[in-house]
């Protein structure tokens, strides 16, 4: 179990005080590490450090948007400052907005992608420095099903995601010779606060992502705990520039019949 032991290292994930963040922090914290959080939102960025340190959790929690190159760059300096260097980034930020590429204003179409891949990669350049200076470290992009497949409404969003594997697979090639594993989770759908909306029995989403599921349900947010650690840790140093989807499935299957048991 030593392979996945994070005690001593410490994990930045931004995007940290909520949904799927908060689950991947929670299961960095309980192997061991000691968490620093990022988010836009101090109301947020408080209840999570409320809940992280009733937990018994060692967390900070720094407040600046990952799209703004001199922001990210001065709260990376005054992390490592304040906590000592960074051994794990998770590039989990990120946004969506739904809308017919058809429809999309362009700016829209930007934002998505400064956020989502703009985003990770200014992250990934300023922590990597260090970690390069270390010869060690462990970054997770959190990609989506959307970097492998496409969906009505969500151009934007499939864009970045796909753009944020190829770049996953270009870091890893890049850093792997300074001892950097660059891997990333692809997590499926998952019961968060923003589909709870949805998954209640005859609302048409739930049941089409129950039926499209091999496992014939939503993810908890607790399933991506393993993911993110073994990743984070000892047990993938000679793991590189791979995309874990965390799904129940759906990537591997064409579905079935609706009336197939």
């Known amino acids: 179990m030593n392979l996945f032991d994070l005690k001593g290292k410490r994990a930045l994930i931004t995007g940290g005080t909520h ?103 200014i992250m990934s350049q300023l922590v990597a420095k260090q970690m390069i200076d270390r010869k060690e470290g462990k970054i997770i992009n959190i990609c989506s099903m959307m970097s492998e497949l496409g969906r009505n409404t969500v151009s934007a969003y499939a864009a970045a995601k796909g753009g944020l594997k190829m770049l996953t697979k270009n870091l890893a090639t890049e850093w792997a010779k300074h001892n950097i594993q660059v891997n990333g989770i692809g997590p499926g759908y998952f019961a968060t606060s923003q589909t709870e909306p949805i998954r209640v029995d005859g609302h048409p989403f739930n049941e089409f992502i129950i039926s499209r599921t091999p496992a014939a ?14 990743l984070a840790s000892k047990a993938s140093d000679f793991v590189n520039g791979q995309i874990l989807y965390v799904d129940g499935g759906i990537l591997a299957t064409i579905g079935k019949p609706s009336n197939e048991v």
């Not at 349900?217 to 073994?230: S, T």
Request: proline fraction near 3%.
């Open 217 to 230: 349900r939503w993810g908890n947010p607790e399933d991506l705990a393993g993911a993110a650690i073994f």
């Open 19 to 121: 949904g799927l963040g908060l689950a991947m922090a929670e299961g960095l914290a309980s192997a061991g590490a000691e968490l620093i959080i990022t988010g836009t939102t101090p109301s947020k960025m408080e209840e999570a450090l409320v809940y992280y340190k009733s937990r018994g959790y060692k967390a900070s929690g720094y407040l600046f948007d990952v799209t703004d190159e001199k922001a990210a760059e001065e709260n990376v300096a005054l992390i490592t400052k304040e906590q000592g260097d960074i051994n794990i980034l998770v590039n989990n930020a990120g946004i969506i907005k739904r809308e017919p590429a058809i429809t999309m204003a362009v700016s829209e179409f930007r934002q998505v992608i400064d956020v989502d891949l703009v985003g990770p990669f």
